[in-house]
């Protein structure tokens, strides 16, 4: 599931960088997507090998067509599309924009190349370039332009995700020739406590943010302690081997289910070659490296993982608030982790109608926090609600750990 496309940003009173400084983020921006692609070749940008993951030239065309169709074709009286067809194949999940074709059916599109699409990124950037130079209402433009800017850096990331799998699905395990993005992680853990009592979550201020990271509210918390390390491979293995994925009290029943339906046995991208464990990463297939956090795990696995340990998922408002506490030292981390909230509307949210929305997609997912290593730069905050449903792994997603105080 296409799951960055679901983030929209309400209008809401911003503060306006320069004409100058906007243009400067747009080319750096798109300039970054084109980058990021570079070691792809021409073969890989169609593959689509499940109905979750999206081709990287769809992405591509994607992003494009926010900037066609949400400015250009609204705001420009004399731009006409690029073709007509493209308001079809790449809108996502834009009802009110029209038909969108269907994401499981991305990989379908042969046509158009990937030399067209890049010919169609060009035209884009051209026609709103001049636009902006020449345009005398930029405070609305200004919000848009920099919606569909962020909107790019989730595409960004989504990009890495999906090339991730794409590759990692061809047996020939191709690596992506990307340097490592892993951290050194401490082995001891260390638990930060916080006491109970009434905290602020959610955003805050005049800086960008999506319409589902406020309104900023109160909330009431009990004592608790939450883990400041996120869950290693090395632990990860010791409940792989502790027998965790044949132990259905450990796990929900959905949970169970998944599990044994799809023979899942240990994290995507792990295999056992006899007696060692290797991991496929965007570098190619390494031996697991047991002091990195385990990533791509599903909520049932970390929920079970949690059961295991005797401790608990924090609460999204807890994560929050421990990504807060120390802002200089929690910035983007190597994982999503995940929390056990349930992905709604906070108190006072008020959906916004028309093309970009939120609040549709406020149903059967799980929230994560605190970012991941190829999260863009400048994209991410404290307050960022990522969300997925409780099976998907395909994402950087982790474990870090909470338990209450007794």
């Given at each position: ?91 996502s999940y834009y009802k ?91 082995e001891k853990e260390t ?216």
């Amino acid at each position: 599931m296409d799951t960055i496309m679901k983030q929209k940003v309400a209008p809401k009173e911003t503060t306006l960088i320069s004409r100058e400084e906007l243009i400067k983020q747009y080319l750096e921006v798109r300039q970054h997507t084109e980058t990021l692609c570079k070691p792809l070749e021409i073969e890989d940008f169609a593959v689509q090998p499940s109905s979750e993951v999206s081709p990287p030239k769809w992405h591509l065309a994607h992003t494009t067509w926010f900037f066609e169709e949400m400015i250009l074709v609204k705001y420009e009286p004399s731009y006409t599309r690029f073709n007509a067809q493209y308001s079809e194949l790449f809108n996502s999940y834009y009802k009110a924009a029209g038909k969108h074709w269907l994401q499981s059916d991305r990989g379908y599109l042969s046509r158009p190349t990937i030399s067209e699409i890049f010919k169609y990124r060009d035209h884009v950037d051209n026609r709103l370039l001049s636009f902006l130079n020449n345009s005398n209402e930029l405070s609305q433009i200004h919000i848009l332009v920099e919606t569909g800017l962020h909107h790019e850096k989730q595409h960004q990331e989504l990009l890495l995700m999906d090339i991730k799998y794409i590759l990692g699905a061809n047996p020939l395990l191709p690596s992506y020739e990307l340097e490592a993005h892993s951290k050194n992680k401490k082995e001891k853990e260390t638990w930060i406590p916080f006491k109970e009592g009434i905290y602020e979550v959610g955003h805050t201020g005049n800086s960008f943010s999506y319409d589902n990271e406020g309104p900023r509210h109160k909330t009431y918390i009990h004592s608790f302690s939450i883990c400041e390390n996120t869950v290693t491979n090395k632990a990860y293995l010791n409940f792989i081997e502790s027998g965790g994925y044949t132990k259905p009290e450990l796990w929900l029943s959905q949970g169970w289910d998944w599990l044994n339906n799809n023979d899942i046995s240990k994290p995507l991208y792990w295999t056992k070659e006899g007696h060692r464990w290797v991991e496929y990463t965007l570098s190619g297939l390494q031996d697991l490296d047991l002091n990195q956090a385990v990533t791509h795990i599903s909520y049932f696995e970390a929920d079970a993982y949690a059961n295991w340990t005797g401790q608990r998922l924090p609460t999204e408002e807890e994560t929050e608030i421990f990504l807060e506490s120390n802002s200089e030292k929690n910035k983007a981390g190597e994982v999503w982790t995940w929390t056990k909230s349930h992905y709604s509307a906070y108190p006072g949210f008020k959906k916004f109608e028309g093309l970009l929305y939120n609040g549709n997609f406020m149903c059967n997912q799980f929230v994560l926090k605190g970012g991941c290593s190829v999260s863009p730069k400048g994209h991410y905050r404290h307050t960022y609600r990522n969300f997925y449903q409780a099976h998907q792994r395909w994402m950087f997603s982790g474990i870090r750990l909470a338990k209450d105080k007794k």
